[in-house]
Nanobody, 126 residues
Framework: RVQLVESGGGSAQTGGSLRLSCAAS????????MGWFRQTPGWQREGVAV???????IYGESVRGRFTISKDNAKNILYLEMNNLKSEDTAMYYC????????????????????WGEGILVTISS
């Protein structure tokens, strides 16, 4: 059974930092496309970042230069380092995984990402 469990969310102030983790079981972060997505009530889901098998990363425009996606293959954990946080980063953040391609289309539509975590709340206040 595949499980993706997010942790590390919570509250921070604008300009601060948080690191999200996604522990995978029954699934390899090494050999699959992994990504982070976020959603706020009343808004569409937004692709934050994806990372492919080779470690190539793609970021959403709103987080580029501030967030970093990475993975620890030995621990089978996906990370999202979030710096210079803004109030508009407040959202539920979801970890996702899939065995297909891992390009811009995946970031924009989440196509092929078959597995999702339950999400974790990040709240940024001034």
């Amino acid at each position: 059974r595949v499980q993706l469990v997010e942790s590390g969310g919570g509250s921070a102030q604008t300009g601060g930092s948080l690191r999200l983790s996604c522990a995978a079981s029954g699934y390899s972060v090494t050999n699959n496309c992994m990504g982070w997505f976020r959603q706020t009530p009343g808004w569409q889901r937004e692709g934050v970042a994806v990372i492919d098998i080779g470690g190539t990363t793609i970021y959403g425009e709103s987080v580029r230069g501030r967030f970093t996606i990475s993975k620890d293959n030995a621990k089978n954990i996906l990370y999202l380092e979030m710096n210079n946080l803004k109030s508009e980063d407040t959202a539920m953040y979801y970890c996702a995984a899939g065995g297909g391609s891992c390009g811009t289309n995946v970031l924009q539509t989440a196509v092929g990402l078959d597995y999702w975590g339950e999400g974790i709340l990040v709240t940024i206040s001034s």
